[in-house]
């Protein structure tokens, strides 16, 4: 049996520790001692491009999609194959170190995502971009640390508060969605999406192709009710939280 073998390293924004690790041909990163993604356990990633793409698979007229946080390309491979030869991705990742690792050791796990023709990457918070787009993108995909739980950079907790889901809003185009995955549930966070008045529904995932104790979710949320995927839970809102979401809407 091949022993674990660390390959590199580099600093997190919060002064923490990123590790890549390679087990035969299997890869995996750890933050501060803790498990961040595996190479072999990507079904959730995957399920976040085709709950947030159903509703543009088919459509005649180029999508345009936004996916926030690289991670070892498995979304962004998704979505190439499920929006074929007219689509427009942009990806925005944070760390230059993961887009390295991508080129250096991902690439060949997922067909090489980053050198087809119709992705734009940007080294850069996706907040920057969503925050310079009006009415820009069909779908918005976020795989940002763990959900809305950080873990490597408490930063991007500006994106899953009230005024970074409201500039996804403005980011998206009518009859757009905006889909989001998390390790772990949260109710406070789909309360948020509704005071920020969008249906949602919410999608429990395998963490991995025939993984039946570990689960992942996956947000999808619309202004636009008719085109969000069919299935998942419909969360409802508490009456504090309703209220709530009058005041800041009137």
Same mark, same amino acid.
């Given at each position: 049996?091949?022993? *674990?073998?660390?390959?590199? %390293?580099?600093? $997190?924004?919060?002064?923490? /520790?990123? &590790? ?27 399920? @976040? ?8 698979? =088919?459509?005649? $007229?180029?999508?345009s ?12 491979? #998704?979505? @190439?194959d499920?929006?074929?030869? $007219?689509?427009? &991705?942009?990806? %925005? ?9 991508? *080129? ?7 067909g ?5 023709? !119709?992705?734009?990457? #940007?080294?850069?918070? &996706? ?33 899953? %508060?009230? /005024? ?10 009518? #009859? =757009? ?7 772990? %549930? ?8 509704? $005071? ?17 104790? #570990?689960? !992942?979710?996956?947000w ?10 069919p299935?998942? =839970?419909?969360? !409802? ?14």
């Amino acid at each position: 049996m091949k022993p *674990r073998v660390k390959i590199a %390293a580099a600093p $997190t924004p919060d002064g923490g /520790e990123m &590790v890549l690790y390679q087990h035969d041909r299997d890869f995996f990163i750890k933050v501060n001692g803790e498990d961040l993604m595996h190479s072999r356990h990507y079904e959730s990633e995957l399920e @976040l491009a085709r709950l947030g793409c159903r509703h543009l698979v =088919g459509r005649k $007229t180029p999508p345009s999609i936004l996916i926030g946080g690289l991670g070892m390309g498995y979304t962004l491979r #998704q979505v @190439l194959d499920l929006l074929g030869p $007219t689509c427009q &991705v942009v990806v %925005a990742e944070l760390l230059p170190i993961v887009v390295e690792w991508n *080129r250096m050791f991902f690439g060949d796990l997922n067909g090489q995502p980053l050198s087809d023709e !119709r992705v734009d990457l #940007q080294v850069v918070d &996706v907040l920057e971009i969503i925050s310079g787009s009006k009415s820009r993108f069909d779908a918005i995909l976020l795989d940002i640390d763990n959900g809305p739980k950080a873990m490597t950079d408490a930063g991007n907790s500006r994106l899953y %508060a009230y /005024e970074g889901i409201l500039a996804c809003c403005l980011a998206l185009r009518k #009859q =757009g969605c905006l889909a989001v995955w998390s390790a772990g %549930a949260s109710k406070e966070f789909e309360e948020l999406l509704m $005071t920020c008045g969008l249906h949602v529904r919410r999608y429990r995932v395998p963490a991995y192709k025939g993984s039946k104790s #570990q689960s !992942r979710f996956v947000w999808v949320a619309s202004a636009s009710k008719s085109v969000l995927p069919p299935g998942g =839970g419909e969360p !409802r809102r508490s009456g504090k939280n309703e209220a709530k979401g009058k005041r800041r809407h009137s």
